[in-house]
């Protein structure tokens, strides 16, 4: 881009107004004080998305609740002094972001989304549940009867509570993540707000399905994106479980971006049980921040399957507030074609008595595949008697097959029970000779053992009817001779 370009677009941006003159939604966003020396440092073509992003949410919206002007406006002041991500960066050193930079990124909007007449019944949710379609919540394909009093499952801009809007405002936007994270919050539509007050306990899991119908062909540059976000809020005692699931197309190759975070909150004693699918068809880009916050003696347990995505890549961050914090994260990663299955974690504990464990597990079975595992647990100073554990074990299936894995475990306290390990290999000779002794072919062993390598993160998943699914679906993508139901 000229500077001469960038001379013309930056005014949009810091071009102060007549002390007279009203300044449009859009316009106060983009004027949050940055000076302009400022954002010509910046990256143009970060500000030129963010510019769209924001118009895009000036013609589809109403006046949004403070709490999201506020993220709107922290994101936007964020991204003037935010580049591209490119490989000399060491969050992303194995990470190429190229395919969505050089897509013609554009939002989309309710107008664009397909009918919802065919997804009148969707299948395998559980109930209650939530349709979020493009990033935009469907009403007519949620349901949420039966909830507890006190519980809120909806769109922030329905809230008619104070008391809960002020508790909103204290944890939107409280934790600032990389460039992806604030474009999702200058161009979510709206905050899913998920709040458990004190001492509640919902039952039954709350099943939150999000689905790509705008999608452009494999071979077009237009790249449509959404960017949902979630807010879950479980106050002291509260507990429930959440199931995330992301769908796009079953085997197809359409393109999309899904730009998604979700911010967590468990209050003292609380308990959130975390089950993620990602499953998005795949010439899509999927982009996941989860931010989780964690007072004393709360838990919060993560169970994660990703297999979709041309690119798909989840951050995770996770820190503990106070003593006697339970953190369980548990991830499988399948990459059976031309992928890259790309998760970064961070644990910070800073409290005495703090109890955490990682799981992560992937399968690259295509000589062009690729994975990534950078796993950072930090055992600050105060963070006495803490046990923490970490391993990442990797199935390599075919040639040139690729994986990259960095767990790093960062230890201050001296009085501590911590440990990590890592391990990539292809299938074990001795156990395949096992299952040969006792008369089974050597495909049906490779099968068995690959599914077994999966199970074990399978089985963590809390609900017998999310794992069942779960179950289906590894064992179809790794067996396509399988019927899909």
């Known amino acids: 881009m000229s500077i001469s370009a960038l001379d013309s677009y930056i005014p949009k941006l810091c071009t102060p107004r007549s002390s007279g003159e009203r300044l449009p939604q859009t316009t106060r966003v983009r004027a949050f004080a940055q000076p302009q020396t400022l954002a010509i440092l910046s990256d143009p ?25 506020k993220l709107r406006d922290f994101s936007s002041q964020s991204l003037l002094s935010t580049p591209w991500p490119s490989r000399k960066d060491e969050p992303f050193r194995f990470t190429d972001t190229s395919f969505i930079k050089n897509s013609d990124i554009q939002p989309v909007n309710p107008s664009q989304t397909q009918s919802l007449d065919s997804l009148s019944a969707l299948p395998d949710s559980i109930s209650p549940n939530l349709a979020i379609v493009d990033g935009y919540l469907a009403d007519s394909l949620s349901q949420i009867s039966g909830l507890p009093d006190g519980v809120f499952v909806g769109a922030l801009s329905s809230l008619n509570s104070e008391a809960i809007m002020e508790r909103v405002s204290k944890y939107v936007s409280n934790f600032q993540g990389d460039m992806f994270w604030s474009l999702n919050g200058v161009g979510a ?19 939150l399905r999000f689905l790509s119908l705008n999608r452009s062909d494999k071979d077009s540059k237009t790249l449509p994106i959404s960017n949902p976000r979630v807010l879950v809020l479980v106050e002291r005692g509260g507990e429930i479980s959440v199931v995330e699931e992301y769908v796009g197309g079953d085997g197809d ?13 468990v209050g003292d004693g609380g308990k959130l049980q975390h089950s993620y699918i990602q499953t998005q ?20 347990e993560l169970s994660e399957v990703s297999t979709g995505g ?27 074609g031309d992928q890259l299955q790309d998760l970064h974690s961070k644990l910070v504990l800073d409290h005495p008595r703090g ?4 799981l992560h597990k992937c399968i690259v079975a295509h000589s062009l595949g690729q ?16 046990d923490a554990g970490q391993l990442t074990r990797s199935l390599l299936l075919e040639p040139r097959a690729t994986v990259n894995v960095k767990p790093n475990l960062q230890i201050i306290a001296d009085d501590v029970k911590c440990s990590h390990g890592a391990a990539i290999s292809d299938l074990e000779a001795n156990q395949l000779f096992y299952f040969q002794s006792r008369g089974i072919n050597i495909a049906a062993a490779r099968k068995a053992l690959i599914f077994s390598f999966a199970a074990e993160v399978i089985e963590r998943f809390p609900h017998a009817s999310v794992r069942k699914k779960v179950e ?14």
């Open 371 to 386: 994975a990534v595992f950078d796993g950072n647990v930090q055992v600050n100073r105060d963070a006495q008697q803490t």
């Open 189 to 207: 539509p709206d905050v899913l707000l998920v709040y458990v007050p004190e001492g509640c306990k919902v039952e039954n899991p709350l099943h």
């Open 310 to 336: 041309k690119l798909s890549r989840h951050n995770v961050h996770v820190q503990q507030l106070g003593p006697d914090t339970v953190t369980e994260l548990s991830t499988f990663h399948l990459s059976l």
């Open 45 to 69: 073509h970060v500000l030129r998305l963010a510019e769209t992003l924001e118009d895009s949410i000036a013609s589809s919206s109403a006046s949004p609740p403070p709490p999201l002007q």
């Open 355 to 358: 109890y955490s464990r990682q």
């Open 253 to 265: 190759d359409r393109c999309y971006w899904t730009n998604s975070v979700m911010e967590v909150y």
């Open 281 to 300: 068809s795949l010439g899509a880009a999927h982009v996941k921040w989860t931010s989780v916050l964690q007072e004393s003696k709360s838990i919060y």
């Open 472 to 485: 289906s679906l590894i064992k179809r993508l790794l067996d396509p001779s399988l019927p899909s139901r």
